[in-house]
């Protein structure tokens, strides 16, 4: 038992050895504008997220992180009142590269997330999930990379509760517009982010 921890000690020492740490982060910013078919303006939605992230690069393909971040999604209906709601996000991940070429990588990202939200009249909201998305990168250097995550075409589960309120469970190809996933309450396409490999 003793030989057999030993190797196991030994192989976890040379991955730890060999990963590579890296911190970065990405933004996020949506907009829309409803009109009905007569051309009436019926409101404008505004999504935005702030996501700071750390992780190990274990080899060339294979990177284990963490994200943390917040988001807010504001609502102006025409002539009326704004409303706004705000959440906070955790998310552990995998990124597994399966493409490189040249500069270029086509990676695939999948987190685990739970996030709390609140809107203007102090309704919490609390979501659970699993996320699985593209993300595009591109090698500035060797220290710096590029990252596009391809939200719309994330495959996952959302589990969502509104407190003393109903609870809904999402599973699907892309998320509607009370994404959690993306932070800030609405849809957030793709997010433009970066990681500086130390």
């Keep these: 038992m003793k ?14 050895a060999n990963a590579q740490f890296y911190a970065g982060g990405s933004l996020g910013f949506g907009m829309t504008s409803q009109k009905l078919d007569n051309g009436d303006k019926v409101g404008t939605e505004t999504n935005f997220s702030i996501v700071p992230e750390v ?16 988001g807010m999604d504001q609502y102006k209906p025409e002539g009326g ?6 959440a906070f996000m955790v998310a552990p991940y995998v990124r597994y590269s399966f493409v490189e070429f040249g500069r270029f990588k086509v990676m695939a ?4 997330y739970a ?8 309704v919490k909201t609390t979501d659970f999930g699993l996320a699985v998305a ?21 495959l996952g589960f959302d589990y969502n509760k509104v407190k003393d309120g109903p609870a809904t469970t999402t599973f699907g190809l892309g998320f509607d517009s009370n994404n959690v996933a993306n932070l800030g309450g609405g849809e957030v396409p793709f997010t433009i982010g970066f990681a500086y490999i130390f």
């Design 115 to 122: 996030a709390f939200g609140e809107d203007v009249d102090k």
């Design 81 to 86: 009142e704004k409303t706004k709601s705000n």
């Design 109 to 112: 990202k999948a987190s685990l």
């Design 3 to 16: 030989k057999i921890l030993l190797v196991v000690g030994f192989v976890f020492a040379g991955i730890v």
């Design 134 to 154: 593209p993300v595009l990168g591109y090698n500035l250097s060797d220290n710096f990379i590029l990252l596009a995550n391809l939200n719309c075409f994330a």
């Design 55 to 70: 992780g190990y690069s274990l080899n060339d393909r294979l990177d284990l992180g963490i994200s943390i971040g917040f």
